[in-house]
């Protein structure tokens, strides 16, 4: 037995043998000079720097915190987080939108995507042998990026002075554990966040076994990429057909797609085989997470770089750093982590680019 | 001013062209000043070393009175000119390195040398300065350089507003070094600096701007601020785009710097409250480095007012000052017996110091009040560990901070720091290399003797352990002697052996006073006659056959910093053929080796240290060397083909060289030895079967993994220990022979015995079940029959699959009969009794050659004298120095001669799976049976 982390309708699911990463010599010299970029301004606010969405729709969300045991292979558990419930609440009406996720814990766990101006009420919940283990109780959900106050920190209380705001408090459903977190994507927070457990196991949280996931706030600003000649080029934030959310672990990547047409989204386990249609827009999240530090690369793609204004073809990201880019997809290639550990570990996975 | 920054494409031109003539004549156009600063380089009570500010003309900034971490920020302006002189008053050279404005400069001498530097200011922004040599010690600060016209970085406002800002709208600047696993801090009011130490508590009024300036030294980090948000910072000649919004930064590098501005809560959904500052690299956040930036509503009481962390002025041994929080330091390094180093180690065993008269010969025991911390830097090593609790009072962190014991879930580079507060004995250590053991004691000034407390726990999961009791002082004593080369057994001096142990009073179980090295002396003597040296020769017994190859991993030359050399035996006579020290690549702790299939050649793992190194058998020469990964433990090949694995004991793999074209490091791969997303499970020492099925102790993850070495898939990873102390039992090495797998658990006292599916079989306790060690006495108890095996660690079975000869460092070898997995015979060793391995004996059977850490002899065991398959008569054959300061040498033996012994090899290789590929040349040696050793199974 496998972990059980890769519905069967996936056919790019990786196999979980330990896998042979094989070392291959790298051709540094063909980095190339980046280019200053000048036409930059549209890539955090839109052209008018109108918020997408003032409206302010507001999400119920209900996460569950549950492990996942090894197979014969062995080792120690990991953990990861269910979608129970994401209702959008927004003018008097609500949306249940709970079918675009899988219906059981993934890592990495739900991507919660939402759009500058809206709220969230998120609920966790889990039965981690509540009374026996006290490090188990002790889950939470921790968030960056968007606004909240400190009593939804996630932190334990010798942190935020408060309480303990994992999932322990008074369960009212039998054995069950909750807590409930409330967020603001408030103007200024577009972008893509991680969000992980902080209090659990270690009591430093098992942030780096399982529990994290991603949070995209979409200002529907137009998206910047690169053609041919190294030269910027500007879309329209629909053009962005699928986003792939790339975790970088100390030993694999571990990914998760959206299609932007409907909202669904796949869990594609550990170093995946990414698939994107010939000339069609993508976007990658890419959320470093652990104890190392990674160099990303998409052989043969350059695209501009939020941090430096620059032309970039391979990027340096620490442990939840967070690294957003989109390309056009026009040719198959491989992604990788150029890191030394990394690379002896076959930390890589194919980008597939095919016809429609 | 605030106004959104809402740029069309055109105004973020229109506004690039504005830019550029600024950067590139502001520094000119406007008036610049001249700086003439004094700084001065100081050793601070605890050992750390600190920059002091004397006088600064050209600024009206107010600075500390005394040496400080970080050093006083220099606040220029651009295009300004600065003058320093340094003057070194510490022991060792300092310097003054600033990346892209002061490089490659000259030092000044120790003891008061004096050296000048000069620049112009004109690269805007934050920029460390730095000592190269003593960086990690805290040899750092920042030089901050500021646009003319006073502004700095733009904030965002809670409703997303970029606003821009002038050093006037500050209501503070934080300086925060990330430096090991610890933040050093300064705040900057009203141009006046204020040290805050150790990880302190930033404090801020709610709505107030301020200014971080986020530092690094030596090693990565990524600064993460709770419920905040700020601007990337982009290179001047990059501006001109919106800018990015981060919350987390990563630093790496050499040194390193990020500044930004917030606003302090900002945001409706935001407000007060104690937000979490941190390290994101996991391993970090788990060995402290993390505090808090305090933001407090507008008229709380000390609204705004930050709180200073330990200090090195503060509350340790030997200070005058008993009530501010102090802290002791520790380079973590790669250094015999001095692995966890004082900061002050050399004025601690100074002879003439303040505590000479207490005789305290290690460097790795420090003493503080209740509330100061101890902290760790990984400073003078080249690879990873970990900083773990080994045993701590009983009851210590009752106050919830959730910091004792003390652990890291993953090994990685960085440090430490740990706030003590329950008097008595604390022990740390590595639990890669587990010999490297650092204590703090935390006396209460109000009772007399130094605090032991009246009972510990082990990390074993021992509880209530009695301070008074045999392993209490059994461990003590351990301690000691590894911590303190003087106290290693030297077998080339006659004197008898006598370990000093402090002369210090001791408070243990019950309040009672003892003097501890009257009670160490009095339980396990004080003058030990050591047995004197005899070889087989002498004692007739047979030679043995070709050479053996031991790591005396603690030898030092004198061309090299690193200690380490491979002593070369001629068994045939029973002398040093050779020296190799391999000073051209500083060779670093040289742990353990396997030969090629024809014996040519020798691989080398370093076990402090990322490499593999191939020698050349013949004349020692060096071959080649191979990043391979942190801390390589084992090495060997696989029968089949003759492929190199290397267990990579500081990470999660084992890696495969193959054997042809074995120079070319991307033909190797990596066999990773848990699942994506598992704990990694960090292999010490493998062993592989005929059939190649790898064998790793996977002691992160307490099991015995089983990996086809041709695919890589995990077949088994059964439990490991388990029968004395199953929270961590530390399997460390296997040993196979005939249809079996043997894990020696290092803190389990045990050897867990597999079928090589990895099914269980059976475990072999290695210590008595009555020992009590709050009522065993020694000598008055039996003592072989209580401590048979503690601490096993190399475990070898015969080349017939017959009988296990297990090094335990407790100081025992023991002899285990497969057919029976009992115990046949307990032989004698020395302190830090580690490896062993088989070779052919002349005319038939083996010998089993056992190697000391802490002492300089080679002990050769012969398991079966009579060859009647009886090993209750296992013997000592005889027993051989290690130390020849004559022997030929690629660098000359300069101390510590023939210690260290850790890894042996045999050559020829005489293993089953092995001696039947050998060449021709090594099998005229061999008796018929030795050339097949083909295991009788039962």
């Known amino acids: 037995m496998k972990y059980n982390l890769c519905p069967s309708m996936v056919l790019n699911c990786q196999k979980h043998i330990a896998m042979m990463g094989t070392l291959v010599r790298k051709n540094r010299s063909t980095r190339l000079l980046s280019v200053v970029m000048l036409t930059l301004a549209f890539f955090l606010l839109g052209a008018n720097g109108a918020f997408a969405d003032d409206s302010g729709k507001t999400h119920l969300i209900e996460l569950w915190a549950e492990r996942i045991m090894p197979g014969y292979e062995g080792g120690n558990d990991l953990f990861a987080y269910r979608m129970k419930k994401h209702l959008i609440q927004e003018d008097g009406s609500e949306t249940d939108v709970t079918w675009r996720y899988p219906d059981e814990p993934t890592i990495p766990g739900p991507t919660i995507v939402i759009d500058e101006g809206d709220q969230v009420e998120l609920t966790l919940r889990h039965k981690f042998d509540p009374g026996d283990d006290e490090t188990l109780e002790q889950v939470s959900v921790h968030v960056h990026g968007v606004h909240y106050d400190i009593e939804s920190d996630g932190t334990l209380e010798y942190i935020n002075l408060v309480r303990d705001q994992s999932a322990i408090n008074s369960p009212t459903e039998g054995m069950v554990m909750s807590y409930v977190y409330h967020w603001t994507a408030a103007p200024g927070t577009a972008g893509t966040w991680p969000y992980h457990d902080h209090n659990m196991l270690t009591l430093n949280g098992a942030e780096d076994r399982g529990l994290y996931g991603a949070v995209i706030v979409n200002d529907h600003a137009d998206i910047e990429t690169v053609n041919g000649e190294a030269n910027t080029t500007t879309s329209p934030f629909s053009n962005v057909g699928k986003e792939y959310v790339l975790f970088i672990g100390d030993d694999a990547f571990w990914g998760t797609e959206i299609d932007n047409r409907t909202g669904q989204q796949t869990p594609l386990g550990d170093n995946p085989t990414l698939s994107a249609a010939r000339n069609s827009y993508v976007r990658f999240h890419l959320i470093a997470l652990g104890t190392n530090s990674h160099l990303f690369r998409l052989a043969g793609y350059r695209w501009p770089d939020s941090e430096t204004n620059l032309v970039i073809q391979d990027k340096a990201i620490g442990a939840l750093e967070k690294h957003v880019f989109a390309i056009r997809a026009n040719h198959s290639s491989v992604y990788e982590d150029l890191a030394f550990a990394s690379r002896w570990l076959g930390m890589q996975g194919q980008f597939k680019v095919t016809r429609r | 001013m605030k106004s959104p920054i809402i740029l069309s494409t055109s105004k973020a031109m229109a506004a690039l062209i504005c830019l550029i003539p600024t950067l590139f004549f502001s520094g000119i156009v406007l008036a610049s000043t001249t700086h003439t600063i004094h700084i001065t380089a100081e050793t601070l009570p605890n050992g750390q070393l600190g920059y002091k500010m004397t006088s600064h ?10 040496a400080v971490i970080p050093g006083p920020t220099f606040f220029v302006q651009q295009g300004d000119t600065v003058d320093i ?61 500021d646009a003319a016209d006073g502004s700095v970085q733009s904030f965002v406002d809670g409703d997303g507003t970029i606003t821009p800002t002038n050093v006037a709208d500050l209501a503070k600047q934080y300086v925060l070094f990330m430096v090991g696993s610890t933040f050093w801090g300064a705040e900057i009011v009203n141009d006046t600096q204020t040290p805050l130490w150790a990880n302190p508590v930033l404090g801020a009024t709610l709505d107030d701007v301020v200014r971080f300036h986020v530092l690094s030294i030596g090693h990565d980090h990524t600064f993460h601020l709770h419920a905040h948000r700020w601007l990337e910072d982009v290179a001047p000649a990059n501006q001109g785009a919106a800018p990015s919004i981060i919350d987390t930064k990563l630093l790496s590098g050499t040194a390193d710097s990020h500044a930004f501005t917030l606003k302090a809560g900002t945001g409706t959904d935001v407000g007060a409250g104690s937000w979490h500052m941190h390290c994101h690299i996991v391993s970090h956040m788990e060995s402290g480095m993390q505090s808090r930036f305090r933001v407090d509503e507008d008229g709380a009481p000390e609204s705004g007012v930050s709180v200073a962390g330990a200090t090195p002025y503060g509350a340790i041994l030997l200070s005058e000052n008993t009530t501010d929080p102090g802290v002791v330091t520790f380079e973590i390094s790669d250094e015999p017996g001095s692995w966890f180093r004082s900061a002050r180690g050399g004025a601690i065993v100074d002879p003439t110091g303040p ?9 790795s025991l420090e003493v503080i009040a209740p509330g100061s911390s101890v902290h760790f830097v990984m400073s003078d090593t080249n690879t990873v560990h970990t900083v773990t609790s080994l045993l701590w009072p009983s009851g210590a962190d009752e106050g919830e901070q959730h910091a004792i014991p003390f652990d890291q879930s993953k090994a990685y580079v960085g440090g430490g720091i740990v706030q003590l507060n329950t008097p008595g004995l604390y ?33 074993t999961g021992a509880t209530g352990v009695p301070t008074a009791g045999d392993l209490a002082t059994r461990l003590l004593r351990t301690f000691f002697v590894a911590t303190a080369p003087e106290n290693w057994q030297d077998y080339t001096d006659p004197t008898d052996w006598h370990p000093a142990y402090p002369n210090v009073p001791v408070r243990i179980t019950g309040g009672a006073v003892l003097n ?34 031991i790591n005396t991993q603690f030898e030092k030359t004198a061309s090299k910093t690193k200690p380490g050399t491979i002593t070369v035996l001629d068994a045939t006579s029973w002398t040093i053929k050779r020296k190799v020290a391999l000073p051209e690549i500083n060779m670093n702790n040289p742990h353990n080796m396997w030969s090629s299939k024809n014996q040519y050649t020798v691989y080398q793992t370093q076990w402090f240290d990322d490499k593999l190194t191939f020698i050349d058998q013949k004349d020692g020469r060096m071959i080649h ?19 190199v694995t290397v267990t990579i004991n500081g990470e999660n793999r084992v890696v495969k060289i193959p054997a042809i074209g074995i120079k070319n490091p991307w033909r190797s791969s990596g066999m990773p030895s848990q699942l994506p997303g598992q704990l990694p499970a960090n292999p010490h020492g493998h062993w592989i079967t005929p059939d190649g099925i790898i064998v790793t102790p996977n002691i992160n993850t307490a099991d015995t993994g089983f990996y086809d070495g041709s695919s890589g898939e995990i077949l088994a990873r059964p439990a490991a220990g388990g029968v004395n102390f199953p929270a961590v039992p530390l399997p460390i090495a296997v040993g196979i022979g005939g249809e079996k797998a043997y894990t020696a658990n290092l803190l389990d006292h045990s050897l867990s015995v597999y079928d090589l599916a990895g099914n269980p079989i059976t475990d072999i306790n290695l210590i008595s079940t009555s020992y009590d060690p709050a009522t065993f006495i020694p000598g008055v108890t039996n003592e072989a029959a209580s401590q048979s095996g503690l601490f096993p660690i190399q475990t070898p079975v015969d080349p017939t699959g017959r009988v296990v000869v ?7 070898i023991v002899v285990v009969d497969t057919s029976t997995d009992s115990i046949a015979a307990v032989l004698p060793c ?3 009794c580690h490896g062993a391995n088989f070779g052919a004996k002349a005319g038939g059977g083996y010998y089993a050659y056992v190697t000391n850490k802490f002492s300089n002899r080679l002990l050769v065991v012969d398991p079966d004298p009579d060859d009647d398959g009886d090993f209750t008569d296992a013997v000592i054959a005889g027993s051989i120095s290690m130390a020849d300061n004559n022997a030929p040498t690629d660098d000359a033996v300069a101390s510590l001669a023939g210690m260290g012994g850790q890894g042996v090899l045999a050559i020829p290789n005489v293993y089953n799976g092995w001696v039947q590929n050998l060449p021709s040349e090594w099998k005229t040696g061999l008796t018929a049976a030795q050339q097949n050793a083909t295991p009788e199974i039962e």
């Open chain 2, 830 to 832: 020395d302190p830090g």
């Open chain 2, 516 to 549: 501890l090295q009257e009670v160490l002396e009095e339980r396990y003597g004080a003058g030990i006659a050591l047995d004197p040296l005899t070889t087989p020769a002498e004692n007739g017994y047979p030679s043995g056959v070709g050479e053996v190859w």
């Open chain 2, 427 to 459: 022990v740390f250590t590595c639990k890669i290399h587990p010999y490297m053991f650092g204590a703090v004691i935390v006396d209460d000034p109000a009772t007399p003797g130094f605090d032991l407390g009246e009972h510990f726990d082990l990390v």
């Open chain 2, 355 to 363: 505590l000479g008269a207490a005789n305290i010969k290690t460097q």
């Open chain 2, 806 to 812: 297990l090094a335990a460092t407790g100081g025992t």
């Open chain 2, 85 to 145: 002189e340094l003057t070194n008053n510490t022991g060792v050279p300092v310097g003054l390195n600033i990346p892209g404005i002061l490089t490659g400069t000259a030092e000044a001498a120790a003891g008061g040398g004096v050296q000048n530097y000069s620049f112009t200011a004109n690269l805007l922004g934050t920029h460390p300065y730095y000592d190269e040599g003593s960086a990690f010690l805290g040899l750092f600060g920042a030089l901050i350089v």
């Open chain 2, 57 to 66: 003309i050209g600024s009206s900034q107010n600075y500390p009175a005394d």
């Open chain 2, 625 to 643: 060397n191979m990043r391979v990964g942190d801390a390589p433990a084992h090495v060997m090949t696989i029968p089949s083909n003759d492929d």
